[in-house]
């Protein structure tokens, strides 16, 4: 941790004085200038602020993105940044991540820790019962965990999706997290509703969202609609297909599902809607010519 301390957010600080302006008046001077929100007209820039965008760019953050996506880095300290750092270290992350997850979620930069970050380590640990050791791995794979307030979202998804039918607690922490980060009434409902108005009964939505957790997260508009309406139309296919085989809307519409609808009318072939889409192309290919030979 004292090596990450030397060679991250204070490293500017332990240079040779000349060396320290001198990567302070070039590097930064260069960030600002793609920085929209500084204009080269900004001149009075302090050594501090220059510190903190060094510090950002160090740890491979986009400092112009981060600054635009959360103004209270504006009046950060060197010394906040620093002290979530640490506190994310101790527990397991290590600095190569931080690139990816500040990246997504500069809000963690300025986030509490006694009353943010730390109770989302407590809901890892006691609600999701992830172990320490493995905190990294939930982290990398939703880093929008952090930035989620445990009693208004996190608890409530998890209460929600329990009630559903995901009991698999590991599947949940290290599989589908990103539904924990998904709002109950703006997103899970919505959703579980969008399937049954297509027909199918309250229990066959939620089955089938047990096996394709993944139809939580696409879009009514851009992924649900015109695929179903591919489907029912085009394609004259039943609900029961769907029920079968949920993943159907996990697969491109214009690069999959159209080309090897179209493929399989034009070869008189009908094969199952699983088979159709999961095959690799070279299968795919082989199923219709020994239907065609």
Request: with cysteine; glycine share 4%.
């Amino acid at each position: 941790m004292s090596s990450f301390h030397s060679s991250l957010c204070f490293s500017v600080q332990k240079l040779p004085s000349e060396q320290h302006m001198s990567l302070l008046s070039t590097k930064p001077k260069s960030i600002l200038q793609k920085n929209p929100l500084y204009q080269p007209t900004h001149k009075n820039i302090s050594l501090q602020f220059k510190e903190k965008i060094l510090c950002l760019e160090i740890m491979g953050v986009d400092s112009g993105k981060a600054l635009s996506q959360n103004p209270c880095l504006h009046t950060a300290s060197l010394h906040t940044i620093h002290s979530i750092i640490t506190f994310l270290q101790s527990k397991g992350l290590h600095q190569k991540d931080f690139a990816r997850i500040f990246g997504m979620c500069p809000r963690i930069l300025t986030s509490d820790i006694r009353c943010e970050l730390n109770p989302v380590f407590n809901f890892l640990s006691k609600d999701l019962r992830v172990p320490e050791s493995n905190f990294r791995r939930v982290i990398n794979k939703c880093p929008r965990l952090l930035i989620c307030s445990v009693k208004d979202q996190l608890k409530p998804a998890l209460f929600y999706l329990q009630r559903l039918g995901f009991r698999d607690l590991h599947h949940l922490a290290y599989q589908d997290p990103i539904l924990l980060v998904s709002s109950v009434e703006n997103t899970l409902i919505p959703k579980l509703e969008y399937l049954v108005s297509l027909g199918f009964s309250r229990n066959e939505a939620v089955e089938m969202t047990l096996r394709c957790p993944g139809l939580f997260t696409f879009s009514i508009d851009n992924n649900f609609k015109p695929k179903f309406e591919y489907f029912s139309q085009e394609m004259g296919g039943e609900l029961d297909e769907l029920m079968e085989f949920p993943q159907y809307f996990a697969f491109s519409l214009e690069k999959r599902i159209k080309p090897r609808h179209i493929e399989l009318v034009q070869s008189g072939v009908s094969i199952p809607l699983s088979l159709m889409l999961k095959t690799t192309d070279e299968e795919f290919k082989e199923m219709i010519r020994q239907q065609t030979g």
